[in-house]
T-cell receptor
Framework: QQQVKQSPQSLIVQKGGIPIINCAYENTAFDYFPWYQQFPGKGPALLIAIRPDVSEKKEGRFTISFNKSAKQFSLHIMDSQPGDSATYFCAAGAGSYQLTFGKGTKLSVIP | GAVVSQHPSRVICKSGTSVKIECRSLDFQATTMFWYRQFPKQSLMLMATSNEGSKATYEQGVEKDKFLINHASLTLSTLTVTSAHPEDSSFYIC?????????????FGPGTRLTVL
């Protein structure tokens, strides 16, 4: 019940495309869903996060879509750029407990 | 805001020695800090959770005598890898969470690459 399933494992898109990364969870106690971006050799950086009282949140080129009934959430990157090439992790948290992370998606944006 | 630093960024040591890694929250008070370990091309594996002034809570399978965690102040937590061996080589990352922040927001440090020869 603590798992967060992330897909795809890797993704290649052309510059300007809209990569979509999906995550699914089972624990209905989760109430915080962040996305992290990690470049090689660096720590993860918080990109954007959503709570279940909204279905969508947008910050710049990054959008989270959240479907509470399906227990799924996804990250969309608009107008993707080569600089967006990184590994993206979704996560889920409940209350003050630690976050549960997905396995990550390696995104490559080719010029 | 919400900057977390780690020191050192990279360390190479001989087998049998101990290595200390520092994690600092630079612009907020971190009531809770987390230590993760990450293997190449894998997700983050939570090792332990530490609250300021109390003993760390270790995840199942993590040796508390090998990975000593101290969270003595609201801005500093340390991870000491005792009697390090080559299998301890990994990328160690801390994160911090504090009051005044959304209660579940975690901010990560840049990581420490440990290589044990």
């Amino acid at each position: 019940q603590q798992q967060v399933k992330q897909s795809p494992q890797s993704l290649i898109v052309q510059k300007g495309g809209i990569p979509i990364i999906n995550c699914a969870y089972e624990n209905t106690a989760f109430d915080y869903f962040p996305w992290y971006q990690q470049f090689p050799g660096k720590g993860p950086a918080l990109l954007i996060a959503i709570r279940p009282d909204v279905s969508e949140k947008k910050e710049g080129r990054f959008t989270i879509s959240f479907n509470k009934s399906a227990k799924q959430f996804s990250l969309h990157i608009m107008d993707s750029q080569p600089g967006d090439s990184a590994t993206y992790f979704c996560a889920a948290g409940a209350g003050s407990y630690q976050l549960t992370f997905g396995k990550g998606t390696k995104l490559s944006v080719i010029p | 805001g919400a900057v977390v630093s780690q020191h050192p960024s990279r360390v190479i040591c001989k087998s049998g020695t101990s290595v200390k890694i520092e994690c600092r929250s630079l612009d907020f008070q971190a009531t809770t800090m987390f230590w993760y370990r990450q293997f190449p091309k894998q997700s983050l594996m939570l090792m332990a959770t530490s609250n300021e002034g109390s003993k760390a809570t270790y995840e199942q399978g993590v040796e508390k005598d090998k990975f000593l965690i101290n969270h003595a102040s609201l801005t500093l937590s340390t991870l000491t890898v005792t009697s390090a061996h080559p299998e301890d080589s990994s990328f160690y990352i801390c994160s911090a969470r504090g009051p005044g922040r959304s209660y579940n927001e975690q901010f990560f440090g840049p990581g420490t690459r440990l290589t044990v020869l």
